[in-house]
T-cell receptor, first 115, second 113 residues
């Protein structure tokens, strides 16, 4: 079974631009979560989607948004990019959402560099 | 609130040495606990997990026991290999917050031949 895939793997943008990252979960998984990883802040939760609905949101500004499609694929968008948005963005999928016991499987990440 | 604290790295060991990476947590209710590993340039891989008190998770020679009385989930391995060099993350998931994972800051392990 194919794992979580993320595209693109690498991205360079300039301040003020916007970016869209894509995540395809493992087949059959309906929950998708997004995390930001930086050297200073570590791994921080962005948001979680389940059946096309945002179920949970972390403490990030409104410039960070996401959505999930009927096939469970998810996208996240960052508008008006800032230098501090440079990070590795990780997507994770799991079968269900809410129980807290499900294992989340991570993709390889998209490394975003903002210049 | 919920939080995870790991011992600071980097940790440097010789091959075949014993490994312990400490992890303690603060949470309401009964969280599930996880150890993830990240190799250079890659995403996170689940190493092991435990979903209730006194459960022991194990995989690839690594073990961790869910200790509710000490709110700990320390990672251990009896004999490390060079290939174990990576960053290790302790994490918790609390049922009242859906699938959200809360991570510790990560511990970098370097194993020398």
């Amino acid at each position: 079974k194919a794992g979580v895939t993320q595209t693109p793997r690498y991205l360079i943008k300039t301040r003020g631009q916007q970016v869209t990252l894509s995540c395809s979960p493992i087949s059959g998984h309906r929950s998708v979560s997004w995390y930001q990883q930086t050297p200073g802040q570590g791994l921080q939760f962005l948001f979680e989607y389940f059946s096309e609905t945002q179920r949970n949101k972390g403490n990030f500004p409104g410039r960070f948004s996401g959505r999930q499609f009927s096939n469970s694929r998810s996208e996240m968008n960052v508008s008006t990019l800032e230098l501090g948005d440079s990070a590795l963005y990780l997507c994770a999928s799991s079968i269900l959402s809410g129980g807290g016991q499900e294992t989340q499987y991570f993709g390889p990440g998209t490394r975003l560099l903002v210049l | 609130g919920n939080s995870v604290t790991q011992m600071e790295g980097p940790v440097t060991l010789s091959e075949e040495a014993f490994l312990t990476i400490n992890c303690t947590y603060t949470a309401t209710g009964y969280p599930s606990l996880f150890w993830y590993v990240q190799y250079p340039g890659e995403g996170l891989q689940l190493l092991l997990k435990a979903t209730k008190a006194d459960d022991k998770g194990s995989n690839k020679g690594f073990e961790a026991t869910y200790r509710k009385e000490t709110t700990s989930f320390h990672l251990e391995k009896g004999s490390v290999q060079v290939s174990d060099s990576a960053v290790y993350f302790c994490a918790l998931s609390n049922g009242n917050q859906g699938g959200k994972l809360i991570f510790g800051q990560g511990t970098e392990l370097s194993v020398k031949p």
